[in-house]
Nanobody
């Protein structure tokens, strides 16, 4: 069964923190480079961070140093720790394999709103 379940979003003030979690089915997770994406209102979905099975990470420039992606290969989960959140981080956040397209399965996402 193909599954991606994102959780952990919420409303925070600028400077706040959130930790997003994603539970993936084995068919998606095993051996894959996993990633977090986001889609802000009126904008296209963009890659935020990615992580290889071995733990190599890469980040969008604007979140470098504030966000940390991690994965648990035994649990098929991938997390995104977000600190010093800013209004421009407001978006729906999704996890998926790296380079997933619109033809791939996507979960419902988790909403992050940064507002004072």
């Amino acid at each position: 069964q193909v599954q991606l379940v994102e959780s952990g979003g919420g409303v925070v003030q600028p400077g706040g923190s959130l930790r997003l979690s994603c539970a993936a089915s084995r068919s998606i997770f095993t051996g894959a480079i996993m990633a977090w994406y986001r889609r802000a209102p009126g904008k296209q979905r963009e890659l935020v961070a990615r992580i290889t099975r071995a733990g190599y990470t890469d980040y969008k420039n604007s979140v470098e140093g504030r966000f940390t992606i991690s994965r648990d290969n035994a649990q098929n989960t991938v997390d995104l720790q977000m600190t010093n959140l800013q209004p421009e981080d407001t978006a729906m956040y999704y996890c998926n394999k790296y380079l997933a397209t619109t033809r791939d399965y996507w979960g419902q996402g988790t909403q992050v709103t940064v507002s004072s």
